[in-house]
């Protein structure tokens, strides 16, 4: 659910926002990660703060 919510927050932005997500499903570690490899997204940072991930994801073209 965490990628799917990522996707859908990202099409409500400009290119060159910034989105912060936050999440608590492991899986969402590898998830986000791949999909922003797979798309002009760029991964700005990400972070495991004790079972929540971080991820500050910026828009792309």
Known sequence: MPLL???????TL???EVLWVRATD???WRDIRKYVDMT???LI???DDQGHYDFWIKKGA
């Open 45 to 47: 940072a990400a972070a």
């Open 40 to 42: 002009s997204n760029e």
């Open 14 to 16: 400009a290119t060159g």
């Open 5 to 11: 919510k990522t996707k859908l927050a990202l099409k």
């Open 26 to 28: 492991g899986g969402s």
